[in-house]
């Protein structure tokens, strides 16, 4: 969650007050500085020796009377120096009326403000002042080795403070030590919180710090208060600095802090150094040393930024980022910025002499640098930090054991990389990849971005390989010509020096293929076949997976992956095939891309999906019904016979429709017979009862449809008193079986359903008997998702749907006085009107159905199918061609006889 920055200068002062509020609650006693003077009553001498008098913890606040003093900012000027806290207090700067907390570092009104020119220290806490605070103030004119704030207790937080900036803002350079944290535990310099942090500026060292347990975060040095890099701003020596510090305390302290006291503070362990901006220091950032006496270990430096300040121009600059020497051991760097530094992180000292050298298990992690002039990582200080050579087995010894690095051999602007690391027999590793827009001139080392790390583990000869992506890139992408390098760190944290660089190669455009998918084809086809074939770099061959997708006018849904294998993917064909019902599809292949190709697409093939009418033996071709009208008795057609064989129905059935059931992929007819009951009813003869609590027995079905991809039928059906109902699931009534109402009016006639916009999904035709127009519904499956209506003309009447031209849209057949007219279909609307003549005055278009066999011209076409009510000729219209405004056929004769009618066909 984001906050303007009103709301957070908001939130910030009441999280301020409430911890002023909680201090006050622990205060037992609290002393007011009304007097900026060096002595006397009401002045900061005065508060302290009053808070030392008080064994339970103290609060002094500031409220310095403006009549005698003027409005401030006020400067205390001590004569000498002033009383070491002794007991617990709270020290709060920002309590003078007029002071504003900071919403940053420094950037705070201060009205309090110390000058340490005349003593040895500005404010000291030392040992009974545990869990102090101290906050709020601007330290000037320091000088030497004397620190504005020296702490010798445990626990003591300095927060918020200013260090060479004048109380209203003015830079000058303190000159001494910022802060000393000496012979003490678990100090706090700055805090969690950006508006923790002190700012430095011009001082000699910027911190002191020896013991356990501190934490040092969101402090600023060498940086002005507006994030700039003027040159006094300068940290003369080290910014931070650990190691064999000693202190020569007040006289009356000697025996507190005995040499022997002060040495076992010696080191630092365990402690935090985080989120610091270290801009412009000439020495050593941040440098530990450790020694024979205590160690220094286990502190973690992380998310620092040294040589670059908030502008990103000027100044910044530091000698050297993070120096870990004199065996330091087992610490953790990670996640650091370098920007413009001689060198960036070295373990140890070439300019002692001896070299002084760090110790093992150092782990040097996800540290960026850009600026570096010479070293970026170094740990041969007995060689000026010479780029090392990588040894067999890595059988030498030295800081982080002289860690081999690693040895990368292709890398690809797509994100592989392949390598190999020679190091200790049996061990596991840490490969860890950085790239850069330029190598560093040693030829060692781009890291100007992190990309991630992958394991690696030695055989018996201390020899592995890798092959991987990166698992991070950068916002734009990685860019051919961009420099990658890598380090490597074993299971105890020892890491190498950076490894040479190696240039980026352009990603390989790939080749992709889909085969040939031989449209049409028959919905819930088995045979047929969705793959691709892909090929590319000769020495990296495509890998991966291939992404295959169908789209209509509806949407886009994916149909698959598949494994590259050989340089080809393909499918499963699932157990219904990947197509159940008729439709318009465009297939496409999608490829990702991998370590060494860029992602691809293959253009849209184009697959049309038919779906025949009273398909009860063939899955690919219709077998039309007709009815003996002096009996009853019914007969269906064979096509691949052209004979028509009896129909084991009785004479009393009423026709329903066909359709597929449970997820067969023949149809079965569906009758009433004349107790008003379903039947079901194959070629043979054979029935079973259909079942249904959804259509009650005074509903009629009026039609039988696939309304979803499940391959069970679902049924239209006009119920009185419920309305119109979709069934989904039709007769399964212990399984899915479900009625959901049409939004339609009762009064309007169901006239057809079809296929009008392709996506597998039956639409559906109604006519509102008032007006005569047509609605269309493009389905979803459940509801419209879209509908429109259609004002017919010349009296015509719509009677079929039927792809005449085999696009995979089903079309309007419209019965009027001076023939047909067919609207063709394209995504659902309906685009070009055909006027077509007929034989007759007494010809009459009934339906759809479908002869072709495979091979034949129009095969996958929807055939109008036609009678003449005076001869009783029914026909079928064959290989349809577009020609002008009409279409021209072949008729194909079913039967001739009077006697016998059709049955309605889907």
């Not at 020495?283 to 040294?306: K, M």
């Not at 009393?652 to 039947?679: C, I, K, N, T």
Request: with cysteine; net charge negative.
């Amino acid at each position: 969650m984001s906050l303007n920055p009103l709301r957070r200068f908001r939130i910030w002062l009441l999280a301020a007050a409430a911890l002023f509020a909680a201090a006050d609650a622990a205060a037992q006693s609290r002393f007011v500085v009304t007097d900026p003077r060096d002595s006397g009553p009401g002045t900061l001498r005065d508060a302290i020796n009053q808070a030392n008098a008080n064994p339970d913890r103290s609060t002094i606040d500031f409220d310095i009377d403006t009549n005698g003093f003027g409005s401030g900012p006020w400067r205390i000027v001590p004569r000498s120096n002033l009383p070491e806290f002794k007991t617990p207090v709270i020290v709060r700067g920002y309590s003078q009326p007029g002071a504003i907390p900071p919403t940053s570092v420094g950037n705070g009104k201060f009205m309090i403000e110390i000058d340490t020119g005349n003593v040895e220290y500005g404010l000291l806490f030392v040992r009974g002042a545990e869990n102090s605070i101290v906050n709020g103030f601007s330290f000037v004119n320091g000088h030497g080795t004397s620190p504005a704030l020296l702490i010798m207790a445990d626990g003591v937080r300095a927060t918020a403070n200013v260090i060479g900036i004048h109380a209203d803002g003015t830079p000058d350079p303190y000159g001494g030590i910022g802060i000393g944290a000496v012979c003490g535990n678990g100090i706090v310099i700055g805090g969690p919180q950006p508006t923790s942090g002190n700012l430095i500026y011009g001082a000699r060292s910027g911190i002191l710090i020896t013991g356990a347990n501190h934490v040092v975060q969101n402090n600023w040095l060498g940086m002005d208060p507006i994030g700039g890099s003027p040159l006094n701003g300068m940290i003369l020596r080290d910014g931070l600095l650990s190691g064999k510090i000693a202190v020569n305390p007040p006289k009356h302290l000697l025996n507190v802090y005995t040499a022997d006291v002060q040495k076992s503070y010696f080191g630092l362990r365990d402690s935090l150094i985080a989120d610091n901006r270290f801009t412009l220091v000439q020495d050593n950032a941040i440098r530990l040393l450790g020694g024979n006496l205590n160690p220094t270990s286990g502190n973690t430096i992380q998310r620092n930024v040294f040589g670059r300040d908030v502008w990103g121009v000027g100044n910044a600059y530091v000698d050297v980022a993070v120096r870990l020497s004199d065996d330091a051991r087992d610490n953790l760097v990670s996640d650091n910025i370098i920007g413009r530094a001689n060198s960036g992180l070295l373990l140890g000292d070439a300019l002692q002499s001896p070299p002084t050298l760090a110790g093992s298990g150092n782990r040097l992690s996800r540290n960026l640098q850009f600026d570096v002039a010479y070293t970026m990582i170094g740990l041969d200080a007995a060689n000026h930090f010479a780029p090392l050579n990588n040894d067999p087995r890595d059988a030498d010894s030295g800081p982080d054991g002289l860690q081999n690095h690693p040895e990368l051999s292709s890398a690809s602007a797509a994100g592989g990389v392949e390598g190999r690391l020679n190091a200790a027999p049996q061990g596991r590793y840490t490969v860890e990849f950085f790239v850069g827009a330029s190598c560093h001139p040693s030829g060692r080392g781009a890291a100007d971005f992190y990309l991630g790390s992958t394991e690696v583990a030695t055989d018996a000869n201390g020899s592995a390989t890798f092959s991987t992506l990166f698992p991070q890139r950068p916002f734009g992408g990685l860019r051919a010509g961009d420099q990658v390098s890598a380090t490597a760190t074993d299971a105890a944290g020892n890491t190498s020096e950076m490894s040479r660089c190696l240039k980026l190669e352009a990603a390989v455009q790939p080749t992709l293929v889909l085969a040939p998918l031989g449209s049409p084809r028959p919905a819930m086809d088995t045979s047929l076949t969705i793959s691709a074939t892909i090929s590319g770099s000769t020495s990296h061959p495509p890998g991966g997976e291939i992404a295959f997708f169908a789209s209509t006018a509806t949407g886009r849904r994916e149909l698959g992956r598949a494994t590259i294998s050989g340089g080809r993917a393909a499918l499963a064909t699932p157990a219904q095939g990947f197509f159940v019902n008729a439709g318009r599809y465009q297939i496409e292949a999608e490829y990702a891309g991998d370590g060494y190709h860029s992602p691809t697409r293959t253009a849209a093939q184009s697959l049309v999906v038919f779906r025949p009418a009273i398909a009860t033996l063939d899955y690919t071709w219709s077998s039309p019904v007709r009815r003996d009208l002096s009996n009853g008795e019914r007969e269906y057609y064979e096509t691949p016979s052209r004979t028509w064989r009896r129909l084991g129905s009785k004479p009393d059935d009423v026709w329903v429709d066909s359709e597929r059931f449970g997820g067969a992929r023949l149809d079965s007819m569906v009758v009433r017979d004349a107790g008003g009951v379903y039947q079901q009813i194959d070629t043979r003869g054979q029935r079973s009862a259909l079942n249904s609590r959804a259509i009650r027995a005074n509903a009629q079905i009026v039609d039988l449809l696939q309304a979803d991809q499940d391959v069970r039928t679902d049924a239209i059906v006009r119920d009185p008193s419920a309305g119109w109902l979709l069934v989904h699931c039709a007769f399964v009534i212990d399984n899915c079986e479900r009625a959901d109402r049409l939004d339609i009016n009762l009064e309007y006639e169901f006239v057809l359903s079809g296929e009008f916009n392709g996506d597998g999904l039956t639409d559906l035709a109604w006519r509102n008997r008032s007006s005569g127009d047509i609605t269309i519904w493009l389905m979803d499956g459940e509801k419209p998702l879209r509908s429109y209506d259609i004002q017919p003309s010349n009296g015509a009447q719509l009677v079929a749907a039927a792809d005449v031209n085999g696009d995979g849209y089903d079309d309007l057949v419209w019965q009027a006085p001076s023939g047909l007219i067919i609207s063709l279909m394209d995504q659902g609307l309906p685009r070009r009107d055909l006027n077509v003549a007929l034989p007759s005055t007494t010809t009459a278009a009934i339906g759809s159905t479908h002869l072709a066999s495979r091979g034949d011209r129009d095969y996958g076409f929807g055939h109008l199918l036609l009678r003449d009510s005076a001869s009783g000729e029914a026909l079928v219209w064959r290989d349809a061609r577009l020609f002008g405004s009409g279409l021209v056929v072949t008729p194909q004769t079913l039967y001739l006889d009077p006697n016998y009618d059709v049955e309605r066909t889907r």
